[in-house]
């Protein structure tokens, strides 16, 4: 077989494999991850109109599909019909693999990820990298080719089914292995390819055992090539070039025939560090993919009997010739031999590699209409992006917990050598929906909560009565603790308390109970919380009209305070402070006529100057308070103060507190860098030119440590801050978030904030910031059962000691992601638990104590791991992780260590628990089959690998956002969900089938929606029906739309409704409100959309999926050799 010819490495995803009864996979679901172009940050919350374009290069960002798939059929992951749009020229055409209805599992977040460390600006493509040692010179490369061999090689079996993630063909000489970059372009100047060169496989057809492709090095190094990394580093500088450098095989070999070695075409914009031309390279067309057209039949050989399909299905061929796409670069120089007619490109074909759509559409078919009992100890879960029902039979919900993995190497060695983090991330006070059952309230009365004498465990259901009922002994330390007496229970003949059944505590996973005095700071019960609203009124806040907004909004949000179950009226308390330079308190005792105003301008010594009257009741004091509410914009409606003092501010509020000895929260609207002289005064430091040197991580370090101080204090106090902030240019939000951070609060941020577009968005998050349940004063310690132990935790928290997570505040949508360690072996009989206790006051001013508790499996054998592995959890864990290490190492370092950790976990399930198979086959375990495509997203995401247009405040702001991210929101933020509009059924509930991230699967014809949990794109092909335009939008053509809407318009008709009940639908399942963005193609905010579409190159250099899993594939044989 030709040495161009795809090899036959496995059965290719295309078909029905064990786990999908009988479902024709179109690889996969038939989607493509390519890198996305980088963001401007009108999406995270930046205004998009200010957003500038980088200049498009000339000549159309891909050429379109030639051939048309036929749509995908209704129910399919995909729209019918997606085109490959470019800025430029494009017809519409229709491609890739119709999906089927199959569920997949759900992706973890991806973020597609850079070659190089540095962004490469968009019109220069980073020079072509090669892999592979150098030849010297040009005469060398023509004795490589001479001496190539053509032929095929005996192979060595088929693997046998397995577990193995099927193969892709072995990346050194074949091209699945490489991806894109696989081959490197064909040059005329290499004579004819050989005669079989078009005879690819179709995705679909079963390779036949036996036959591998010979491995060959790609050709060494030629002018104008960069010479390979040294192998050990697995750093952004390995990587393939982002369009799909080759990868090194394993054996030297010459280049092949019909190679060209020149550098790339200059006009990808959206590839743009790619080097390869666009269509010479194998796999690096600029154009989509033609997905269903495989090119020619494939070889005669009938595939063999009785050949069984691996069980995680194996990356299917690179997909045929494909016409139109021309050979060599034509200005590629040709070293030499005479040009020759060029062979079609070889591409991996996007629909032949895991696709998230069809994972998650798997789960979804597959898990999603049973209940999730959990009984049973180390169940995974289905995926975040399934909707099922929790039944709690004496594990915690995955709502309140979900782990890395559920079944945990019995001992440290073991999990070195996996590399597989073990962490949990919890979210303790979690949202439930309503067909659930809240956690039942236990109260022991004045004795409290039994708990374990030694480890101070809290009863749970699987500690262990002895003595007939009298004594019970501890399932974390194994400590035999005496039962109290009220507490005593006969046991009946199975060793179970007869009253089993009737506490919470012995036959649940989550309860609270009531704590005692003993729980509560200086023994003394807790006040109820209180509310204070510490509001900007220097001159951009007033002008922008956004004091006059949040006035307004206050007189009727107030009627909204959180309160406990049945209570007729909040038991919060509020108040009112105003600040430029100085700080207004007011006075709104509900004795008074008119609200009080009292001025504090020594802002280095803050105090409170009123004590009564300053915290009040809102329904007493409810006519005082409107009044105020009204006088506060006419007060500062002229004023000309145009500096701001921070630090005096949340002194002030944290002083009310502790004079009023309560906890609460501060509401925060602030507009500008504070600079004002006052404590924690900062300067403008912004410096665009610190991105990627060393220095690099002093851009997401606060500036003093002042604040670091000021937190410590706030958490003390109970003192929890939420800043919603409203810039116009930069202000240091790496040092302003600290004080939120630390304390469980929440940032806000509305960049270039206009009433006319952003007020909704605002407003909404703000009702809800003020509504969420939160508890205050909070402390949280997490034990595990002998063998394991909490060494590591990640959120929005302040650690005093090594155990204790403590938080001002809580709510309900924050997570606290904690890593644990082996410190001593784990036995597979008894498994190993988890407690997180969680100790906070109510926002009635109860003091209690949540629990969950998890028991997960543990194995001795690798493949039981990686048998029980989640991916979306791991990415959160690796993300967060990556996020904060960005504090005190250079970018680089991060990405190299992320990659270089994947590699790490990959290749040891190849080594140890894949069947035995060729080199060149990249094998993933069926439940990780995502993590390259998530792990790019992750590599990609702004905080890792900015674009050009990415602000540092942006960049800060992420990384504190992702930090106390659940999983189902990084899953979205990292892969974002793409709905095609068009194909959504007016007269259903249910949401239209996701498609894959990637401009190919984009179609002139259509409308999508891309949401990613912070913006929602609504983009609009250029050739979308009249029709559709004016059901939507309500004008007449395609040029009327305007970029400006921030809600769609009301019409009454079933697509209007429709379309706007999906982003409702949307909007209600997302912590924030999302931000909605109008994107007509070709139009300058396409570039940002693009940047979201994570399977694409990004611009800011980001690797495309295809290329990023050759990259992998590569550091997992090196690792392997």
Known sequence: MSVNQQAHTGPPYGQPQPGYQGFQQPAYGGQSLPGAPQSQYGAYNGPVPGYQQPVPPQGSLRAPPTSGAPPPASGASHPSGHVAYSQFEHGDVQNGIPASAAPMQRPPASQPFLPGSAPTPVSQISTFQ????????????????????????????????????????????????????????????????????????????????????PTQRLPAQVPGFTPPPPSTGVGPSSYPPTTGAPRPPAMPGPPLPGQTLAGPPSSQPNHVSSPPPPSTMAGLHPGPPMSGLHGPPPPTH??????????????????????????????????????????????????????????????????????????????????????????????????????????????????????????????????????????????????GPVRCNRCKAYMCPFMQFIEGGRRFQCCFCSCVTEVPPHYFQHLDHTGKRVDFYDRPELSLGSYEFLATVDYCKNNKFPSPPAFIFMIDVSYNAVKSGLVRLICEELKSLLDYLPREGNMEESAIRVGFVTYNK????????????????????????????????????????????????????????????????????????LEALKA???????????????????????????????????????????????YNNLAKDCVAQGCCVDLFLFPNQYLDVATLGVVPYQTGGSIYKYAYFQLETDQYRFLNDLRRDVQKEVGFDAVMRVRTSTGIRATDFFGAFYMSNTTDVEMAGLDCDKTITVEFKHDDKLSEDSGALLQCALLYTSCAGQRRLRIHNLSLNCCTQLADLYRNCETDTLINYLAKYAYRGVLSSPVKTVRDALINQC???????????????????????????????????????????????????????????????????????????????????????????????????????????????????????????????????????????????????????????????????????????????????????????????????????????????????????????
Not at 614 to 620: A, I, P, Q, S, T
Not at 663 to 671: P, S, V
């Open 130 to 213: 090669q892999y592979g040692p150098p030849p010297g010179s040009v005469q060398q490369l023509r004795n490589h080719m001479a001496g190539m061999t053509i032929g095929s090689t005996a192979a060595s079996a088929p693997p046998p089914a397995g577990l193995g993630y099927a193969s892709v063909p072995p990346v050194s000489g074949s091209v699945s292995a490489t991806g894109s970059g696989l081959y490197t372009p064909y040059s005329a100047s290499q004579g004819p390819p050989p005669p079989s060169v078009s005879q690819a496989l179709p995705v679909a057809q079963p390779p036949f055992p036996g036959q591998t492709i």
């Open 302 to 447: 009938p595939p063999q009997p009785g050949y069984q399909m691996q069980q995680n299905g194996s990356f299917g061929q690179m997909r045929g010739p494909q016409p139109n796409y021309g050979g060599a670069y034509p200005g590629a120089p040709n070293y030499g031999s005479p040009p020759g007619p060029p062979p079609p490109p070889k591409r991996l074909d996007p629909d032949s590699i895991p696709s998230p759509i069809q994972v998650i559409e798997d789960d979804r078919n597959n898990r999603g209409s049973e209940p999730f009992v959990t009984g049973v100890r180390g169940q995974v879960p289905p995926l975040v992006t399934t909707n099922f029902l929790v039944k709690d039979q004496g594990n915690a919900s995955p709502r309140y917990i979900r782990c890395t993995s559920y079944n945990i190497p019995c001992t440290s060695d073991m999990a070195k050598q996996s590399q597989v983090p073990l962490a949990a991330v919890i979210k303790p006070l979690a949202t439930l929906p309503p067909e659930e059952t809240l956690p039942y309230l236990v109260d022991h009365g004045e004795s």
């Open 582 to 653: 100085v700080l207004h308190f007011y006075n709104v005792k509900s004795s008074l006529a008119q609200p009080q105003m009292m001025v504090v301008s020594d802002v280095a010594d803050m105090f409170v100057p009123l004590l009564d009257g300053f915290l009040v009741n809102v329904n007493e004091s409810r006519t005082v308070i409107a009044s105020l509410l009204d006088q506060i914009p006419e007060m500062f409606a002229d004023t000309r103060e145009t500096e701001t003092v921070f630090a005096p501010v949340i002194q002030a509020g």
């Open 660 to 706: 009023a000895e309560c906890a609460g929260k501060l509401f925060i609207f602030h507009t500008s860098l504070p600079v004002a002289e006052a404590p924690g005064k900062l300067k403008n430091r912004d410096d665009r030119k610190l991105i990627n040197t060393d220095k690099e991580k002093t851009l997401f370090q606060p500036q003093t440590s002042f």
């Open 903 to 1121: 590699a790490q976990i990959l290749a040891c399930y190849r080594k140890n628990c894949a069947s035995p198979s060729s080199a060149g086959q990249l094998i993933l375990p069926e439940c990780m089959k995502l993590l390259p495509v998530y792990l790019n997203c992750v590599l990609k995401s702004d905080v890792l690998q900015p674009g050009p247009e990415v602000t540092t405040d942006d960049r800060a702001y992420i990384r504190q956002l992702v930090t106390s991210m659940d999983v189902a929101e990084t899953n979205v933020f990292f892969y974002p969900r793409l709905l095609p509009l068009t194909k959504a059924d007016v007269d259903s509930d249910s949401l239209p089938a996701a498609i894959r991230n990637s401009e190919e699967r984009l179609s002139k014809g259509d409308i999508y929606l891309l949401e990613n949990g912070l913006n929602i794109f609504v983009w609009v092909g250029v050739n979308v029906q009249q029709s559709l335009i004016q059901n939507l939008f309500g004008v007449s053509s395609f040029s009327q739309i305007s970029n400006a809407l921030s809600t769609l318009p009301v019409l009454e008709n079933p697509f209007s409704k429709k379309v706007r009940s999906v982003v409702d639908m949307l909007q209600g399942q997302r912590s924030r409100y999302m931000k909605l963005i109008i994107v007509k193609q070709e139009d300058k905010l396409e570039m940002l959309f693009r940047h979201f579409l994570v399977e694409d190159k990004s611009l800011s250099g980001g690797a495309s999926y295809v290329d990023f899993l050759c990259h992998m594939h590569k550091e997992i044989r090196q690792l392997l050799s």
